[in-house]
C-alpha cells in the first residue's frame, strides 16, 4: 500500500516543459475530478451497510496512538497536527503521540524494507488501544516509487507500522508543495487503509480495489493522475482530508463506536 502522487519523473523535477504540458491538458478536462474515473457502480450503499473493519467500531478504540520515531528521521511536528485534525474532524478519533524513540536504523539508504518494518514494530507500546509506528527512511531505491508504506495484519489491525521514505519526499517537494504536506498527505492515506477506506464498490477504483476515485480524496492512487486530477489537485493543493464518501464511512465508524 503506497501513496505516489508524482505522475512522471518531468513532474518531480518541476520543468518548465512538464508544466507546460500540465496546463495544455487541463483545458481536456470537461467532468471535474470526481469523473476521472468511473467508478465500478453508480448504485451508492447506504454507510450503515458498508463492510467496515471491526476494531474501528469497538469502544475504547476511540484513541490512535502514534509512536513517532526520532532515529534515523522524524516526521515534522505540521504533518502531525495535520493528521490530527483531519481525524479529530473526520473520523472522530484523538490521536495519542508517543515520541522519543530511536529505531536505531542507519542514516543511509535502508532498501530492506521488512528490515525498517521489524524495527518499528518493536517500539510498540503495551495495551490495548490501536497503535502505529511511523518511520522515516532515507531509500533512494524508493525514490521514483513511492512516499510510503503501511504494514499491518489485515484480520486484526490493532498494530501498525508507517514506513516514509525521505528521498521520494524531498524528490517531489517541490514548492509550493512543501515537504511537511507530503509527509501529511501520505500518513493520512497509509492510515486510511488502516482504518478500512475506501469500502462501498460505488467509489472503489476499478483498477485498483484500494483507493477511491475521487481525485482530492486523500484514498486516491496518485499512480493513476490523469488530466482530471491533475487539474483538481493543482487547483486545490495536494489533498490532505478524506473525500465525502470516505469520509462518510469514516463516520458511521464513530456512529458504531458509540451505539455499543
Known amino acids: 500500500m503506497s501513496l505516489d502522487l508524482g505522475a512522471s519523473s518531468a513532474l518531480r523535477r518541476g520543468t518548465t516543459a512538464a508544466a507546460l504540458l500540465l496546463l495544455a491538458t487541463l483545458a ?9 474515473e468511473p467508478p465500478l457502480t453508480h448504485v451508492k450503499t447506504e454507510a450503515a451497510l458498508a463492510e467496515l ?9 476511540e484513541t490512535l496512538r502514534l509512536v513517532v520515531t526520532t532515529g534515523p528521521y522524524r516526521v515534522s511536528e505540521a504533518a502531525i497536527e495535520t493528521l490530527r485534525g483531519a481525524l479529530a474532524e473526520q473520523a472522530g ?12 536504523l542507519p542514516a543511509t ?25 511511523v518511520v522515516m527512511v532515507q531509500d533512494t ?6 512516499f510510503g508504506f503501511a ?11 508507517l514506513v516514509l521514505h525521505r528521498a521520494a519526499l524531498r524528490g517531489f517537494a517541490i514548492a509550493p508543495v512543501s515537504m511537511e504536506t507530503l509527509e501529511a498527505s501520505t500518513m493520512l492515506h497509509e492510515v486510511g487503509h488502516w482504518l478500512g477506506v475506501p469500502a462501498r464498490t460505488h467509489h472503489i477504483s476499478a483498477v485498483d480495489s484500494l483507493h477511491c476515485t475521487n481525485a482530492r480524496c486523500v484514498m486516491f492512487a496518485g499512480g493513476r493522475i490523469n488530466s482530471c486530477a491533475v487539474s483538481a489537485n493543482l487547483a486545490g493543493g495536494i489533498p490532505l482530508r478524506f473525500g465525502p464518501d470516505c469520509a462518510e464511512e469514516l463516520a458511521e465508524l464513530a456512529r458504531r463506536r458509540a451505539a455499543r
Open 141 to 146: 531505491t524508493a525514490a521514483n516509487s513511492t
Open 53 to 61: 473493519p471491526d476494531l474501528w467500531a469497538q469502544p475504547g478504540a
Open 28 to 36: 481536456s478536462c470537461q467532468d471535474g475530478p470526481a469523473e476521472c
Open 109 to 133: 539508504d535502508v532498501a530492506n524494507w521488512p528490515f525498517a518494518v521489524e524495527r518499528g514494530r518493536a517500539q510498540l507500546p503495551d495495551g490495548d488501544a490501536p497503535a502505529m509506528v
Open 151 to 161: 504494514s499491518f495484519d489485515w484480520s486484526d489491525r490493532r498494530t501498525a507500522v
Open 93 to 104: 478519533l484523538a490521536l495519542e503521540v508517543i515520541d522519543g524513540i530511536d529505531t536505531h
